[in-house]
């Protein structure tokens, strides 16, 4: 079956600009992550969404970052007025829930963006 | 809270050795534990899972890892390494929260 994408695969954009990222995950999948990965770096957690719940946003860096999910489905991640060191990997991931524990994650492709 | 620590940062290692990658995690709770494998400029990929029953768990592309409980460890290994498993590895853990902690990472960087 198809697995999560992400689009744009690249982005460039200019320091000051506002930016979206996408992420479609695996159907029936009810929760939805989003991580950064700048260069050589593990994974920042940003944003949790389960189901119809209010998201976990205990990860976002400050208040340019935001997202939603729209229909329990497809989400997106806006970056308000980039600045350089926003520059990075944004992954998305989904998976099943089980009681309180999450399941393995299944990983898009990333965004990777970069800003000037 | 939950921490995963992955002991090495970088592992060489030359072609048809074996490997280990280490991995101790800490919870109060029972947890689940993963491996995830990620090559370069793509996303993450899993290569294998501990839920429950045997504590030894066979994943993809010839990788196992045991769980040991009293250790508190889940240590990958692979016994005979290709130059294609130069990767990014990372170790998780999922128990009591529906956020996964992840360890920072193990360069895994086969030599021919």
């Known amino acids: 079956g198809a697995g999560v994408s992400q689009s744009p695969s690249n982005k460039v954009t200019e320091k000051g600009k506002d930016v979206e990222l996408r992420c479609d995950p695996i159907s029936g999948h009810t929760a939805l992550y989003w991580y950064r990965q700048s260069l050589g770096q593990g994974l920042e957690f940003l944003i949790y969404?389960?189901?119809?719940?209010?998201?976990?946003k205990s990860g976002l860096p400050s208040d340019r970052f935001s997202a939603e999910r729209t229909g329990g489905s497809v989400s997106t991640l806006t970056i308000q007025r980039t600045q350089q060191e926003d520059s990075a990997v944004y992954l998305c991931?989904?998976?099943?829930?089980?009681?309180?524990?999450?399941?393995?994650?299944?990983f898009g492709p990333g965004t990777r963006l970069t800003v000037t | 809270a939950q921490s995963v620590t992955q002991l090495d940062s970088q592992v060489p290692v030359f072609e048809e050795a074996p490997v280990e990658l280490r991995c101790n995690y800490s919870?109060?709770?029972?947890?689940?534990l993963f491996w995830y494998v990620q090559y370069p400029n793509q996303g993450l990929q899993l290569l294998l899972k501990y839920l429950s029953g045997s504590t030894l768990v066979k994943g993809i592309n010839g990788f196992e890892a045991e769980f040991n409980k009293s250790q508190t460890s889940f240590h990958l290994r692979k016994p005979s390494v290709h130059i294609s498993d130069t990767a990014e590895y990372f170790c998780?853990?999922?128990?009591?929260?529906?956020?996964?902690?992840f360890g920072r990472g193990t360069s895994l960087i086969v030599h021919p």
């Open positions: 969404f389960q189901g119809n719940s209010a998201p976990d």
């Open positions: 998780a853990s999922s128990g009591g929260s529906y956020i996964p902690t």
């Open positions: 991931a989904s998976s099943f829930i089980a009681g309180r524990s999450s399941y393995e994650q299944y």
């Open positions: 919870s109060s709770v029972s947890v689940y």
